[in-house]
């Protein structure tokens, strides 16, 4: 009687931390929860801020329309701070303590890396929309971008042709990190390959969030005029990039004399930047906002709205994460139920039309077909497209790394 009485007299809460009674309560049976796990401090906010916007639109969105399997969305925001142990810690919490459903996140491979333990130990699902450097297949991750073989590839294919400007020596400028580093193994075989020569390639690594880039482009410009044809494939990352593209325009290096491929900057970056001065420098994307669709039109018209401004600008990776998540509902929808099995299994072979026109498909190695384009920088902080392919089936797996002949 004793123990009854005073059962009956503990709030509900209380029996739950002391686990005399099990289950969610009437209102999480009601709600699916999302995690979303981008850096809104440090390094990486420049770029990840945006990706967290995103995501809360498109909740919005679908509970508009009445939420999926008759259950509100709830998203979960949490700041790993451009901390990559932290993403780890948070994704743990998110999946144990916050019981979402999936979880949409992380920008650097180094916090995608990171994390990936944490998913494949408990058995969640991580919507990833970045390019990255391939070399890695889980079943617990979407990838929702390129990899080096239908982006990187392409671009350098392009910069060697007539139309790219023939360019024949290479300056590989990254951050220092396992997404630069690895991409550039793949792009160095690639390069030696078509007979690139090791004197005709320079590689170069920075920290993250690093800004004194005197030496540094002193170094690309005594390269650049060697005689050859010379170009410099970037893979800086995060805010490093303004403080490089001022030190760029200071000491006067243009694109008609070494340009600049990018594989980590788009609209967003641009805003802090005088873009009069890298008129002509490049960026190598699946989408650009400048894209000129019905679909693409509506979209950013849409996303100003949510964002209540006029001038917001779009990305590769916004509508990489706009396509995720639209998959991701399709997927729970024709699975009828948020179990990570069931919406693994259901997420193969979704599509949907993006924003940029073409049909974006999910594989069955969790990688999606895409185009790549090339864009140069124009000054109004947009970008001119140049050149365009047809969408492309990726291979996670480079093909000109021989460790990987077996593969893909």
């Known amino acids: 009687m004793k123990l009854t009485r005073r059962i009956m007299g503990t709030g509900m809460a209380a029996l739950f931390a002391a686990g005399l009674l099990s289950g969610p309560t009437h209102a999480e049976e009601d709600t699916i929860k999302i995690g979303v796990l981008h850096s809104l401090s440090g390094t990486m906010a420049i770029s990840e801020t945006i990706l967290k916007d995103l995501i809360l639109w498109q909740v919005d969105e679908i509970n508009a329309k009445g939420g999926l399997l008759g259950k509100k969305v709830e998203a979960v925001v949490v700041d790993p701070a451009s901390d990559w142990p932290l993403f780890a810690e948070k994704a743990r919490e998110l999946i144990q303590r916050d019981k979402v459903a999936a979880v949409f996140g992380c920008w650097t491979s180094v916090s995608r890396k990171s994390v990936l333990p944490v998913f494949e130990e408990l058995n969640g699902l991580l919507y990833y929309p970045l390019e990255y450097e391939g070399e ?115 000491q006067g290096v243009k694109a008609a004399d070494i340009p600049v491929i990018a594989f980590s900057v788009g609209e967003e970056e641009l805003k802090g930047l005088d873009t009069s001065k890298l008129v002509g420098h490049l960026a190598a994307w699946s989408y650009f906002q400048s894209i000129d669709t019905p679909e693409n039109a509506a979209f950013i018209a849409k996303w100003r709205a949510y964002m209540k401004n006029p001038n917001q600008v779009t990305n590769d990776p916004v509508e990489s994460a706009y396509n995720h998540i639209r998959m991701w509902a399709q997927a729970v929808e ?75």
């Open 136 to 250: 890695e297949s889980s079943k617990n991750v979407f990838y929702g971008s390129s990899v080096p073989d239908n982006k990187a590839i392409p671009a350098i294919e392009y910069l060697m042709s007539e139309d790219g400007g023939g360019i024949k020596r290479f300056i590989l400028e990254g951050t220092d990190y396992v997404y630069p580093r690895t991409s550039n193994k793949i792009i160095r075989a690639f390069l030696k390959s078509k007979g690139v020569a090791d004197e005709d390639i320079m590689e170069n690594y920075t920290p993250f969030g690093f800004s004194d880039w005197q030496t540094e482009v002193t170094a690309i410009k005594t390269f650049g005029t060697a005689g050859k044809p010379t170009a410099v494939i970037s893979t800086i990352n995060g805010d490093a990039n303004v403080p490089f593209y001022k030190e760029l325009a200071n």
């Open 334 to 408: 024709k699975a009828g139920t948020t179990d990570v099995d069931a919406v693994r299994e259901a997420m193969i072979g979704q599509s949907v039309v993006s924003p940029g026109g073409n049909t974006v498909t999910m594989n069955a190695n969790h990688h999606v077909t895409k185009p790549v384009l090339i864009g140069e920088v124009n000054d109004k902080g947009q970008f001119d497209i140049v050149y365009r392919s047809e969408p492309m089936a990726p291979k996670p797996w480079s093909p000109y790394l021989p460790e990987n002949a077996a593969r893909n």
